[in-house]
């Protein structure tokens, strides 16, 4: 009996043993992974987000996958009682066929307002969030021909906001 006990802690402990081993290699191949997409990035001599960043904190993601570039971009900003008026820009490249955004946010007291101007100088969205509800927009849309001027180029963003106690959220994609 001690022997079966024995047997089978030791067959237990190697399969935690190569399962251990097996996680390690994943996480280290998973590692590289996104080393080399970090590197292709790195090295690509066009970018393909400009952002300008005076007083919104911003973070630019580029992910690449298969034949087709994807580039995602969030801005968000927390308000305590602030009022600012800040922007901020990004570009699509005509290499880009869609383009997705969502806006979303809350506001306790004052108001933040978000506008989104197309690179033709067209608002495509002002939004205006104040404590009279909590707002989620979303809208996406294929780039068809003969619309280009519209949506390939440098796209703006304006934040204002006056006395805000809340946040805001957006995100834009482009592929």
């Given amino acids: 009996m001690k022997q079966k006990i024995f ?3 030791v067959l237990l402990t190697g399969m935690i ?12 191949e998973r590692a590289e992974s996104r080393e080399r997409a970090r ?16 007083g919104v904190d911003s973070r630019g993601y580029i992910s690449i996958g298969g ?7 969030n801005l968000s900003k927390h308000f305590d009682g602030e009022s600012i008026s800040s922007e901020a820009d990004f570009e699509v490249s005509d ?10 946010g809350s506001c306790d007291n004052g ?11 067209e608002v495509m969205k002002k939004q205006k969030i104040t ?4 707002i989620s927009w979303s809208i996406r849309f294929t780039i068809k021909e ?9 796209w703006q963003l304006k934040v204002e906001a006056n006395k805000a106690e809340g946040h805001y959220n957006l995100n834009i994609n482009s592929r």
């Fill in 131 to 134: 404590n009279a509800a909590d």
């Fill in 67 to 73: 034949e087709e570039q994807r580039v995602s971009l």
């Fill in 39 to 54: 590197s292709i990035v790195r090295s690509a001599t066009e970018p393909q987000v400009v952002i300008g960043t005076a």
């Fill in 7 to 9: 047997l089978i802690v």
């Fill in 146 to 154: 003969g619309e280009e001027k519209k949506y390939i180029g440098k």
């Fill in 95 to 104: 290499e880009h066929s869609s383009i997705s955004l969502n806006l979303s």
């Fill in 111 to 121: 108001d933040i307002t978000i506008t989104i101007i197309q690179p033709n100088g």
């Fill in 17 to 28: 043993v190569n399962l251990s081993a097996q996680q390690t290699e994943d996480a280290r």
